[in-house]
């Protein structure tokens, strides 16, 4: 008997010990599959934008904003959450997945025909007829995401990123391969837009491709309701986020027109949409490796820092680029015709600081079951932002958005430490010194970078671009190798942690 019980218990903690290193192995993959996606995806998108912004004029990426603010905006307040919540889920069958789909079909089918009826009073609303055309055309990307397989929400349950990679990937080079011809051919807005609708059925296709799981019309409506019971705080921030974000954008584009919207989108795809692609690693990463460790008390703090400090060593250098680097970039890049983006893009920079910070406490919320916090913290954040947007807007015109999302994102960042403390009792300090660690750091870099600037006598070539780039990188690189020695961060430590894992078989 007693050497039955041995046997057990060495059978029992060896299960554990290679569950363990099976996690270990797939987040490190995982992690490695996120950031090759978002390097290449984003690469791909920055080169587009780059060769787009030197063919089209600023008024044709504002229509399209425009349009796209409506499309996303009303896909976003109509959004149940119930694929968040079959992620968040673990006794999750087929019922809920065909219930989820077909939820999902129903609802992007009666956005498109709805966008599609209506498309005319927007044409009237922003008194441009091109506009009318253009949503309904863009509604067809609707439609094709509502087909899009469920299986990617499988995909990562089961934290299989090489696949959700080649489920992003392949459809940014569809849009690439159509949309920079067409604008040679056509030199108008109608490229941008096509590019958009083909890239929507690419991603349904492949994601049929990627995953063998084919859904079927269906619902039950217990299921569906505990789907809503988890997804319903993801329904409520979606309109918040979706009012901060897009109505913003039909706003300016209303009072400000297209002229300055399209200078405000482009600043957003060089600059906030580069650090949101940062933070998504963040959220396709943390969310389901947090939900698998949401009873593991331990575990899921480890992770949660360890997942702060990647993100601030990756996020904060970035911001700083943006800060000190921005005119270059646009002058060299983009020519001088889109020189009014630059001082927004260093906004962009600022608010980044903010957005990395804030992004792990909104991915634990989530992930580990409590919702209704995030959700009361972000309806502090856009309450703030939208009583201080029209004031700001009359003041500092499209600058004045991006000083709103700065203000509204610092003034709950204390009440949002405070949360963490209250239910994860994880201490403020904790925190700080991971801020402050990596904001060091960055000081440090940009000192570096603006030194450099003044003994090349400040002038704007490529290779002074890439030179600066380079020095300030490699000066980031050192001086958080030494303090990382120094302080016993850790960081390092972690990313051999990672790629050791990674070799494990």
Not at 168 to 191: D, Q, T
Request: proline share 3%; charged share 15%; aromatic share 14%.
């Amino acid at each position: 008997m007693i050497d039955k019980e041995i046997v057990m218990g060495n059978t029992e903690t060896g299960c554990k010990a290679e569950a363990v290193s099976s996690l270990s192995r797939k987040v490190s993959k995982g992690m490695a599959w996120i950031a090759v996606s978002n390097v290449l995806t984003r690469g791909l998108q920055i080169i587009s934008a780059i060769i787009l912004a030197r063919l089209l004029m600023p008024s044709d990426f504002g229509a399209v904003a425009v349009c796209m603010a409506v499309v996303t905006f009303v896909q976003g307040t109509t959004d149940m959450g119930f694929l968040s919540a079959l992620v968040q889920r673990a006794d999750v069958d087929d019922s809920y997945l065909n219930t989820a789909w077909t939820i999902e079909l129903l609802r992007m089918t009666s956005i498109a025909l709805s966008l599609i009826a209506i498309a005319p009073l927007f044409g009237i609303f922003f008194k441009d007829e091109g506009v009318t055309g253009l949503l309904r055309l863009l509604s067809l990307s609707i439609f094709f995401q509502g087909l899009n397989s469920v299986g990617l929400v499988c995909l990562r349950k089961e934290l299989d990123f090489y696949r959700l990679f080649l489920s992003e990937v392949i459809p940014a080079i569809a849009y690439i391969l159509l949309v920079i011809p067409l604008a040679f051919l056509l030199k108008n807005v109608w490229a941008l837009a096509f590019g958009i609708v083909f890239s929507s059925l690419v991603t349904c296709i492949v994601s049929y491709m990627l995953y063998p799981y084919r859904p079927r019309l269906a619902f039950q409506s217990k299921k569906a309701l505990k789907l809503f019971h988890f997804g319903k705080w993801i329904f409520v921030q979606g309109i918040l986020v979706m009012i901060s974000e897009h109505i913003t954008t039909l706003i300016m584009g209303k009072y400000l027109g297209m002229v300055v919207l399209g200078y405000y989108n482009r600043a957003t795809v060089f600059s906030k949409q580069i650090s949101q692609q940062v933070t998504q690693f963040v959220w396709r990463m943390g969310f389901p490796l947090y939900s698998q460790l949401q009873n593991e008390e331990e575990k899921l703090r480890t992770t949660y820092f360890g997942t702060m400090k990647l993100l601030l060593f990756t996020g904060f250098p970035l911001a700083g680029m943006l800060l000190v680097l921005s005119k270059d970039f646009t002058i060299i890049l983009l020519t001088e015709k889109w020189l009014m983006i630059v001082p927004l893009m260093q906004l962009f920079g600022i608010f980044s600081f903010f957005l990395f910070m804030v992004t792990p406490i909104s991915v634990l919320f989530q992930s580990t079951g409590r919702p209704a916090i995030s959700t009361k913290l972000s309806f502090l954040i856009n309450g703030v932002f939208i009583l201080s947007l029209i004031p700001f807007i009359t003041l500092w015109g499209a600058s004045g958005v991006v000083m709103s999302s700065i203000v509204s994102t610092a003034v709950v960042f204390p009440l949002q430490l405070y949360m963490v403390t209250k239910v994860y009792k994880i201490r403020v300090w904790e925190h700080l010194r991971i801020f402050s660690i990596s904001f060091l750091n960055t000081v440090i870099m940009i000192a570096v970078i603006q030194a450099l600037r003044v003994m090349l006598c400040n002038q704007v070539s490529l290779i002074n671009f890439i030179s600066l780039g380079i020095s300030g990188g490699l000066a980031y690189f050192l001086s958080f190798y030494v303090s990382d020695k120094i302080f016993n961060y850790g960081l390092f430590e972690l990313i051999y942690s990672r790629f050791t894992a990674l070799k494990i078989k």
